[in-house]
Structures are given as structure tokens and as C-alpha cells.
């Protein structure tokens, strides 16, 4: 029993289905079969192997590269042969691997069992047609059931209904503790909290999180969602005015107990933090999995999870209208995660030609295109674009002529605006900054969008000339939406969006004094100095304590920081995401410093490091006096300390565009 071999090339035209019929390469008059539409497949042998390839195609060479079969190839409806001899062992391994005799035909010439296989691939139409029928009469089953299920879960709902709702059960409570989570006051910015329920969505009935700060002056809606995590339905969605939040535990109920639902539960919190917006969540109290820790957008994590409560309840238990709810979110599956959604021809339509000579606007085989002549400004705003489920806008152009300089913005801001000029915007709308466009190129920009958006939007479009000499064309080459529920997708998303520079400050860094935890010297040539840094002053932040380790590993330093109790909280974001048993924890090498430094989103966690490294010298220095080690073995401190210091902040990367 010898199992056929094909090339790896033609391996999926022969496994895709499609009706064909295997014949012996040297039974004659085989192109009779080519105006039949089967795929014809040639069987030979060659040094005691059965091989299989297309009709038509190039003969197998002594050392081509054969691939074995498993199974029969599918929609095979006959095996031609001249004499029962040639195919014998093929037929015994398709009777072995498929457990049904081979269709074999036996006939001298391929015209003389012309009749033959049209009464088999007869037998395979009836054969499939009957299967199509019963899998119609199967759907339409199916559909009756389903109905009937509708009627009688009404049926029983309005009956239920006219009772109380039944006491929930408390199926998970996450005490909050002193520790927090969320948004400074002044972050620039949206707050996203994504938390793994650690259930699944069956039988949840409501949901509770603790505030553990809020200031006076916030404002604006803050959503939260419970979605599936295999999937990405929206299994619970919530929209909460902030002006009516206060610290302590915020509860909101569903408006019946989930059905069984076996995916796993993840709730998402988002709000715009812009100004002068301040809230915070508590965290609870003990280390958790990184699977189990609440992660930020940028996809770094807390170490802990939210201080949360779930309810449950049996299926019909209870029947509320629920406050806060989004009748229109729940329920629904949103857009594929960072699949961009193009705006429809039919918002395109809608378009306003504010200034400027813009065409093709709302013509599905064109994109919109504007005309520049010298010195001007050119506007278009479209009034109503559907919005809803995504978390970012993108724009991508190409530019055509001269034009020099030629900038380039949008804003998205709700809809009810009035637009009365770019001096105008109001300040709810969300500005992408200006953006240079190169002669003779292409080019695109990435923004976020804000919470407070809802539903629908408007998009205002400027494209700027100070050229006097300009002659150039500009089409809209792309205006998508894209939805992203996974942190780390977003931040790599957001990588496109400009950036602002870090604030170049000429404040003199200084410290007021200096304590030496521990000096430890370990194996193999490791030791270190745990140092706490009191009154630290640089880049226009002051921090009362700083705490790190200078490491020595050999002739190798680093620094280390870390996230437990004990060592002061000085980080706006946490930038690492290492941990060990004692919990979150960042070792930074000499050449990981440029990467470290480019990758701090935040101007105060980036004044921090260049404060530290202005410093570190002369921090070391006094460390060594505090430590008492003998002078031969300063030297190799104070050279760690200029190695991991040498870097510049001049050298930092500029904004990613």
C-alpha cells in the first residue's frame, strides 16, 4: 500500500474541493476530459513512488521535492485506469485512509468511460442537491425553534417581570486599599483602565467599582464597559456623568442577569482627563498575575487589580432599568479591533466647503481632491460622522505640484457646532496639530478621540499655504475610524499621532540630603548601593523622596527601581514591565537609557530622569563617603555612575511622525 506523493506547490489546488477526476498518465485520449471543467490529475510512478500532478503542468524531475498524501483528495468523482493491476495499491490505501472503496473506472481509452463517469458525476449532483435540501429543511427547523424559544422567553420574562427582583448574590468583592490608579490633575489626555473580570459573563447582574479620588473641578462622562473577551461583544455598557460621581463605590446594576454566556468577562473604564480633570480608582490590596492586573492604554500594568464587586443572579431573577445604561452599545459586537472603518460616501456627501476648491466630494470611484493656487487656506467640514466604537481618527493624503511651507490639521468635535472659522473651534474639539506635507508625497497623521464624543461628530479638514508661489493638488487618499480594545494595539497606534517635545528646561537640579539604605555585596562580583534622595528639585518638579539602587554586576552598572511599599511613588506612569516575587520592578542599563528616556510619555516622569542624571554623580559620590568603602573602590562607583549619566537629553529622538 504505497500513498501517493505531489509537489508541496500544487498541494492546495488539489485539497481545495474542487470536482475532479485522477487517470492513469498513460491511457490515451486524455484530453477529452479538458472541456468537461474537472480538474484532471495524472497518475504515474516513478522508482516504485505513485506520484500526482496537474494536467498541463511540467513533468516531475528525478530530484523534486515530493510531499506524501494523508487522505484522499476531496471532490475526487472517478479514478480512470486501463486495467485494475495499475491502480491496485492505490486503491487499497484510499479504501484504508478513507474507509470507501476508490471510484475507480476501468477502460482502455478515456472516450470509452466517457459514460461511466457521467453517470457518477450524475450520482454526485443528486448526491449533493439531496444534502443542500435537508440542510435547507434543517435552517428552516432551526428558525421555527428559535421563534418559538422568542415566545416562550417573553412569555415566561412578563410572567417573572410582576415579581420583586430577587436578592443578588455577591460573587466576587476586591476590597479597595490606599493605593490608586487613574489620571493626574493637568494629564493631557484620556484615562483608560482595561481590568480582566476573572469570570465569565454568565449570570452577572451588577457591578461595582470604588472611586478613590475625585477632584471638585471634574467633569465630563466617563464610560464603562464589560465586553467579551473572545469575541468583543459589548455585553454591558454604562455612561456616567462625572459631576455625579463622589469617592467610594460606584454601583450600577444590568437590566437582567446576563444569559449563559461562557466568555470571559473584561471591563474597560475611559474618560477624557484633559485640564483640569482629576479621578482615580483604588487598587486592591495584594500582588496579582500579570493576566489578572489592571493595564493602562500604553499597555503597561499595575501589579494589582481594581478594588471591583460582582453580582450575580438566576436568569430572570430580576428585571430593573438600570441608570446610566447605553441601550444602543449593549448587546452590540463592535468593529474588528484596529481594522479602519472608511468614513461612508454618503457623510462624504453631507460635506461643507467652508473655503478652498475641494471636488469629488461623495463620489464612491473618487477621492475628495483640493486645488491650491499661491497663499491661502483651505477648510471643509463634514457635519455628521458615525463615531460610535472607535477610539481613533486616521487622515492620509498625497500631494501632487509645489507648494512650500504646506501644512496640514483636523479636529473632531460634537455635532451642534456651528463652524465660524478655525479661530473659533470651541474648546471641546480635538485638535491633531499641524502637520507638514512634503512636495510630491504621501502622508498621514493618527488621533485619538475623545470619550465625550458619543455617537456622531463632526470632522473640520484645513490644509494651510504660505507659498505665494504654490501650485498644488491634495487628495484625501483615506478618512477612517479605528476601533482598538486592546492596550498595547492602541499604543502602537497612537505611535503615528504627533508627539510634543519635552519641555527643555535650563532650573538647576539639586537634592537636600541623602540616605543610604544598604550597601550589599553579593556573589559574583554583585553589589549595590540602596540609596533615598530627599528634596529633589529639576525641570520645574520637585520630589520629596526619591529611591533607587546603583548596581554594580561586574564592571556592568545599572539602576533599579521598583513599585512596593517602602519606595516613594514618583513615576506619573509606571514605565517598566519586569516584575519579580517581590513585585513590579525596572533595571536600566546604560544603553537602554536613550530608549527609556524617548519612551517617557509624560513631561514630569521625564524631568525626572534627566534630574536624576544631572545628579548622579555627585548622589554617588556622597553615598560612597556614607558607605565607608576605601578609596580604591570609589573610583569604580563614580564611573558607573558618568557611564549611566553620559547620555544626553539633546539626544533624545524627535516627535514620531
Given at each position: 500500500?504505497?500513498?501517493?506523493?505531489?509537489?508541496?506547490?500544487?498541494?492546495?489546488?488539489?485539497?481545495?474541493?474542487?470536482?475532479?477526476?485522477?487517470?492513469?498518465?498513460?491511457?490515451?485520449?486524455?484530453?477529452?476530459?479538458?472541456?468537461?471543467?474537472?480538474?484532471?490529475?495524472?497518475?504515474?510512478?516513478?522508482?516504485?513512488?505513485?506520484?500526482?500532478?496537474a494536467e498541463g503542468s511540467p513533468a516531475v524531475g528525478d530530484g523534486a521535492k515530493l510531499v506524501e498524501l494523508n487522505l484522499p483528495p476531496p471532490g475526487t468523482v472517478a479514478l480512470l485506469a486501463a486495467t485494475e493491476e495499475e491502480v491496485t495499491d492505490l486503491a487499497a490505501w484510499w479504501l484504508a485512509k478513507s474507509g470507501q472503496p476508490a471510484p475507480l473506472v476501468l477502460a482502455e481509452d478515456v472516450a470509452l468511460a466517457l459514460p461511466a463517469l457521467l453517470g457518477m458525476v450524475t450520482a454526485e449532483m443528486t448526491m449533493?442537491?439531496?444534502?443542500?435540501?435537508?440542510?435547507?429543511?434543517?435552517?428552516?427547523?432551526?428558525?421555527?425553534?428559535y421563534e418559538e424559544t422568542r415566545i416562550v422567553i417573553a412569555s415566561v420574562s412578563r410572567t417573572l417581570g410582576h415579581r420583586p427582583p430577587a436578592p443578588l448574590t455577591l460573587a466576587l468583592s476586591l476590597e479597595p486599599s490606599a493605593d490608586q490608579v487613574g489620571a493626574a490633575e493637568g494629564e493631557d489626555g484620556h484615562l483608560f483602565l482595561r481590568q480582566p473580570l476573572g469570570r465569565k459573563l454568565e449570570g452577572l447582574a451588577a457591578f461595582a467599582v470604588h472611586v478613590g479620588a475625585i477632584s471638585a473641578a471634574t467633569?465630563?462622562?466617563?464610560?464603562?464597559?464589560?465586553?467579551?473577551?473572545?469575541?468583543g461583544r459589548i455585553a454591558a455598557s454604562w455612561t456616567v456623568p462625572m459631576e455625579l460621581l463622589h469617592e467610594?463605590?460606584?454601583?450600577?446594576?444590568?437590566?437582567?442577569?446576563?444569559?449563559?454566556?461562557?466568555?470571559?468577562?473584561?471591563?474597560?473604564?475611559?474618560?477624557?482627563?484633559?485640564?483640569?480633570?482629576?479621578?482615580?480608582?483604588?487598587?486592591?490590596?495584594?500582588?496579582?498575575?500579570?493576566?489578572?492586573?489592571?493595564?493602562?492604554?500604553?499597555?503597561?500594568?499595575?501589579g494589582r487589580a481594581l478594588a471591583l464587586r460582582l453580582w450575580t443572579a438566576r436568569i430572570g431573577d430580576r428585571f430593573v432599568v438600570p441608570p446610566h445604561w447605553n441601550w444602543n452599545e449593549a448587546g452590540s459586537a463592535l468593529p474588528l479591533d484596529g481594522v479602519p472603518q472608511a468614513v461612508s460616501p454618503a457623510e462624504w456627501q453631507t460635506a461643507r466647503i467652508a473655503a478652498g476648491e475641494w471636488s469629488g466630494l461623495?463620489?464612491?470611484?473618487?477621492?475628495?481632491?483640493?486645488?491650491?493656487?499661491?497663499?491661502?487656506?483651505?477648510?471643509?467640514?463634514?457635519?455628521?460622522?458615525?463615531?460610535?466604537?472607535?477610539?481613533?481618527?486616521?487622515?492620509?493624503?498625497?500631494?501632487?505640484?509645489?507648494?512650500?511651507?504646506?501644512?496640514?490639521?483636523?479636529?473632531?468635535?460634537?455635532?451642534?457646532?456651528?463652524?465660524?472659522?478655525?479661530?473659533?473651534?470651541?474648546?471641546e474639539a480635538s485638535f491633531s496639530r499641524w502637520r507638514q506635507v512634503d512636495a510630491d508625497s504621501a502622508g498621514s497623521l493618527t488621533m485619538t478621540l475623545p470619550v465625550s464624543l458619543g455617537l456622531r461628530a463632526q470632522i473640520v479638514l484645513a490644509v494651510e499655504s504660505l507659498?505665494?508661489?504654490?501650485?498644488?493638488?491634495?487628495?484625501?487618499?483615506?478618512?477612517?475610524?479605528?476601533?482598538?480594545?486592546?492596550?498595547?494595539?492602541?499604543?502602537?497606534?497612537?505611535a503615528a499621532a504627533p508627539r510634543p517635545p519635552v519641555p527643555v528646561t535650563h532650573a538647576v537640579a539639586q537634592f537636600e540630603r541623602l540616605e543610604?539604605?544598604?550597601?550589599?555585596?553579593?556573589?559574583?562580583?554583585?553589589?549595590?548601593?540602596?540609596?533615598?534622595?530627599?528634596?529633589?528639585?529639576?525641570?520645574?518638579?520637585?520630589?520629596?523622596?526619591?529611591?533607587?539602587?546603583?548596581?554594580?554586576?561586574?564592571?556592568?552598572?545599572?539602576?533599579?527601581?521598583?513599585?512596593?511599599?517602602?519606595?516613594?511613588?514618583?513615576f506619573v506612569r509606571w514605565p517598566g514591565s519586569d516584575s519579580d516575587k517581590f513585585g513590579p520592578v525596572m533595571l536600566i542599563r546604560p544603553d537602554e537609557m536613550p530608549h527609556l528616556r524617548r519612551d517617557l510619555a509624560h513631561d514630569q516622569d521625564a524631568a525626572l530622569m534627566d534630574t536624576l542624571l544631572e545628579l548622579l554623580e555627585v548622589i554617588v559620590a556622597q553615598a560612597t563617603q556614607l558607605a565607608a568603602l576605601a578609596e580604591d573602590d570609589q573610583p569604580r562607583w563614580l564611573a558607573a555612575a558618568r557611564d549611566l549619566s553620559s547620555w544626553s537629553p539633546t539626544e533624545t529622538p524627535g516627535s514620531l511622525d
Open positions: 500500500m504505497t500513498a501517493p506523493r505531489i509537489r508541496a506547490a500544487e498541494m492546495a489546488a488539489l485539497l481545495s474541493g474542487r470536482p475532479s477526476v485522477v487517470v492513469s498518465a498513460t491511457m490515451p485520449g486524455i484530453e477529452a476530459l479538458r472541456p468537461s471543467g474537472l480538474a484532471v490529475w495524472l497518475l504515474s510512478r516513478r522508482e516504485g513512488r505513485v506520484i500526482l500532478q449533493v442537491h439531496t444534502r443542500c435540501v435537508g440542510l435547507e429543511r434543517s435552517l428552516a427547523q432551526t428558525r421555527i425553534d467633569s465630563g462622562p466617563l464610560r464603562l464597559r464589560i465586553h467579551g473577551e473572545e469575541s467610594g463605590w460606584l454601583v450600577l446594576d444590568l437590566p437582567s442577569p446576563l444569559g449563559p454566556d461562557r466568555e470571559t468577562a473584561v471591563l474597560e473604564i475611559a474618560a477624557d482627563v484633559a485640564g483640569p480633570h482629576s479621578i482615580a480608582f483604588s487598587l486592591e490590596r495584594n500582588w496579582v498575575p500579570a493576566a489578572a492586573a489592571c493595564t493602562f492604554a500604553d499597555g503597561s500594568e499595575t461623495g463620489e464612491p470611484d473618487t477621492n475628495p481632491r483640493l486645488r491650491l493656487s499661491g497663499t491661502a487656506t483651505a477648510v471643509l467640514v463634514l457635519p455628521q460622522v458615525t463615531m460610535a466604537g472607535t477610539d481613533l481618527l486616521r487622515l492620509g493624503w498625497a500631494m501632487s505640484g509645489f507648494a512650500q511651507p504646506l501644512s496640514i490639521a483636523a479636529w473632531v468635535l460634537p455635532p451642534g457646532y456651528g463652524f465660524e472659522g478655525l479661530e473659533a473651534m470651541p474648546p507659498d505665494p508661489a504654490a501650485e498644488a493638488s491634495i487628495e484625501i487618499t483615506e478618512l477612517s475610524l479605528l476601533p482598538t480594545r486592546d492596550p498595547a494595539e492602541l499604543r502602537r497606534l497612537r543610604l539604605h544598604q550597601h550589599l555585596v553579593g556573589g559574583r562580583g554583585y553589589q549595590h548601593l540602596d540609596l533615598l534622595v530627599h528634596g529633589v528639585e529639576g525641570g520645574g518638579y520637585m520630589w520629596p523622596q526619591l529611591r533607587f539602587k546603583l548596581a554594580l554586576n561586574g564592571d556592568r552598572p545599572h539602576l533599579e527601581f521598583r513599585r512596593v511599599k517602602g519606595w516613594p511613588e514618583v
